[in-house]
């Protein structure tokens, strides 16, 4: 009865052409950065108001303590705060929901031909989306406090494409041990409430000791909320060493992210 | 003919997990780790090779692998040794609701679920059309999925899956959803995919599913391919040995059991089973709790399965039957279907069917009793035609059903309309 494989005839599977591979990516990443955004606000009241509002709300926050109860001296502060507070939301926004994003979704995980590797992308994306859209309210706070725009606003799709891949490094990274250790969500809080605190969002970098400088700028956050201050707040050039070195090590950390994340997911369906 | 899936020499090692799914970091500094877990073989050493165009089944009981090889055949998950290698697009009819989203909207399902399943926007936009036309849901295709009755969403998510074009096809268990046009519906789309040369691999419970729809047929036992040819041959012996399997771990010598009704249990003839856990009584009972042999047609009925397993046994199904004197089946229900397993162990343990309306009509019937091995694989303890039940009322006739009727007369007005106009 045992009818054995007839063995010879060598075949491979024949995969799509890269063109249509790509066409197929980016219709797969649309569509799912678009779900994830409806499903947001789909049954709120004030639907995409809420991207914004909640950024508001911390930095109506900031600029009172640190304006008013703790005055720290910052220039324009709405705007500086407002820069550190953006870009931080999308970092550990991102992360949170990466942690989640491969154990929420077994049943995409278990289906045939879905690429998993795409859901940290998913998450990184939509909360960059989210990022982009307070931008305007940003806008009108520096037309408010009278700053120019200068020219190097054209720097800024850089700065976020390097924030972008340092974030999506994490996530991979995040993604693929929270499967297997569920401890990571808890450790993950701590770390970026942590992080928070080292990251200059509502303080100049400049107030840490100078002893401490050196350690306090391997942060690459750090070194990220600076070049986002220096488009829009001091209309200059990011500083281009540091913005490398954190190019160089996010580039670094999503090879080993994704490497890690694409090795672990073949043991994914296992663990869900 | 070129081979579209060879799969060779296929083995995956699985972990038989505790009560917690993954580990925790606590587990980890306390030495818990990997060491401790047992392992056991999901897949052995499968081989085999389906050529294209042609239609395979997979059969066997729950945990036979079926499930596996389908999912490691579809590129899920890594074996622990052999290959697989499929030639052509893949698709799949698997957990169809996956990717679905209660607060979408069909249309944005559509496009989503679409997607997923691999095709483009494109795509997806050229079938929209012949998508919402075969799920059947024009006039709701812009509400929310939330506001869909299960089989809509069911219909929604086959229609989604069905438009795309794969050249091998996977399909576990989907065509058990749905009322039974829809049901058929599903089994023409497949057949179509068949016509079209789309290899198809499928895993059914449904006999009669295989015998339709598969060319051949691979039958899993433990992990391992226990034939593999023809489907009318293998379906057969398949079905055969599951027969056996309850006859030769039938006990020979057991006492005769007499029971309180004067009915005797002999084993072989209205008694088969292992006897591995027994049924020990049996109790009809009316809605009110009294002990019945009779009840009128439309009233409750409560069946009380009292058990004794003498070794441990695993989550048993327990299962009931109503049938004619002429063994005909009337009604057949069970705890697997229901979703509920009976606690593992060993020792005395009990059940209760509680049947809302038995809207059967008036007669001579059974109340047949079984505990089965949690995968079907073979029977513990079964009763046939022991326990009498006579229902009363309902309409004589040939029929076996008598739900909850009423005739009304009513004039035709078209007719009294023209018998007056005639009448003038």
């Known amino acids: 009865m045992h009818i054995l494989p007839q063995k010879g005839d060598a075949m491979a599977s024949r995969p799509l052409p890269i063109a249509a591979q790509l066409i197929y990516a980016r219709d797969l990443l649309r569509e799912l950065v678009s779900r994830d955004m409806k499903i947001r606000y789909k049954r709120s009241v004030l639907g995409i108001a809420w991207t914004m509002i909640n950024p508001l709300m911390q930095i109506l926050i900031f600029t009172f303590l ?191 992210g994704y490497t890690i994340f694409v090795r672990a997911s073949y043991r994914f369906v296992e663990e869900l | 003919m070129q081979d579209a899936i060879v799969v060779d020499g296929l083995s995956k090692r699985f972990r038989r997990h505790g009560t917690q799914p993954a580990r925790t970091l606590k587990d980890l500094l306390l030495g818990r780790n990997m060491r401790r877990s047992e392992y056991f073989w999901g897949l052995r050493d499968v081989s085999f090779s389906v050529a294209q165009g042609r239609t395979v089944g997979f059969i066997g009981p729950n945990g036979a692998g079926k499930s596996t090889l389908m999912r490691l055949v579809g590129g899920v998950g890594l074996p622990n040794s052999g290959k697989v290698r499929t030639v052509g697009r893949i698709g799949a009819l698997l957990d169809l609701g996956s990717g679905l989203h209660h607060d979408l909207t069909g249309r944005e399902n559509i496009f989503v679920g679409g997607i997923i399943a691999g095709m483009t926007r494109a795509e997806v936009a050229r079938r929209f059309d012949a998508i919402v036309d075969f799920a059947e849901l024009e006039a709701f295709i812009d509400s929310p999925l939330r506001t869909y009755s299960t089989g809509m969403q069911m219909r929604l998510a086959f229609a989604v899956a069905a438009h795309i074009d794969p050249q091998i096809l996977l399909i576990d268990e989907v065509l058990a959803v749905g009322d039974l046009a829809f049901k058929q519906k599903c089994l023409e789309r497949i057949k179509k995919f068949k016509a079209q040369g789309c290899t198809i691999v499928l895993v059914s419970h449904e006999s009669s599913q295989v015998r339709q729809l598969c060319d ?142 038995l809207d059967l009509a008036g007669g001579e019937y059974f109340v047949n009793v079984g505990l089965h091995e949690r995968n079907w694989a073979y029977t513990y303890d079964y009763h046939w035609h022991t326990y009498p039940l006579r229902i009363v009322g309902g309409p004589g006739g040939e029929g076996v059903l008598c739900p909850p009727q009423q005739w009304s007369l009513e004039a035709r007005r078209e007719a009294q309309l023209s018998a007056e106009v005639a009448g003038q």
């Open chain 1, 66 to 256: 640190f304006n008013r109860v703790l005055p720290l001296n910052i220039p324009h502060y709405t705007v500086f705060v407002f820069c550190g507070v953006l870009a931080w939301n999308w970092f550990q926004t991102s992360l949170y929901l990466a942690a989640g994003g491969i154990t929420e979704n077994r049943d995409l995980v278990r289906r045939p031909g879905f690429p998993v590797a795409v859901l940290p992308v998913v998450t990184v994306a939509t909360n960059m989306l989210h990022f982009l859209l307070s931008l305007p309210i940003l806008l009108v706070c520096i037309l408010i406090d009278g700053l120019p725009l200068s020219p190097a606003v054209a720097a800024f799709p850089l700065v976020l494409l390097v924030q972008f891949g340092l974030t999506l490094g994490l996530a991979y990274l995040i993604a693929a041990t929270h499967v297997f250790f569920r401890d990571v969500q808890h450790i993950l809080s701590i770390g970026l409430s942590l992080l928070f605190y080292l990251t200059p969002i509502f303080y100049t970098a400049d107030r840490v000791p100078a002893e401490y400088q050196q350690l306090y700028l391997l942060n690459p956050m750090a070194q990220l909320v600076s070049a986002y201050r220096a488009i829009f707040l001091q209309g200059i050039w990011p500083d281009g060493g540091a913005l490398l070195g954190v190019a160089i090590f996010a580039v670094a950390l999503f090879a080993l």
């Open chain 2, 216 to 357: 051949e047929v691979i039958w899993l036992r433990n992990g391992a391919v226990n034939a593999h040819g023809p489907t009318e041959l293998v379906l057969n012996q398949y079905i055969t040995e599951m027969e056996d399997e309850t006859r030769r771990r039938t006990p020979t010598q057991a006492p005769t059991m007499r029971l309180p009704m004067g009915t005797e249990l002999r084993l072989n003839q209205n008694r088969f089973g292992s006897l591995e856990t027994q049924i020990e009584a049996v109790q009809l009972l009316s809605r009110r709790g009294y002990e019945v042999i009779e009840i009128d047609s439309g009233d409750a009925l409560q069946v009380v399965i009292a058990y004794n397993a003498l070794q441990a046994v695993e989550a048993p199904i327990a299962s009931v039957s109503i049938s004619r004197p002429d063994g005909s089946i009337c009604y057949d229900t069970n705890t697997a279907i229901a979703g509920q397993t009976l606690p593992t162990g060993a020792g005395p343990g009990q059940t209760v069917l509680q049947i809302e309306r």
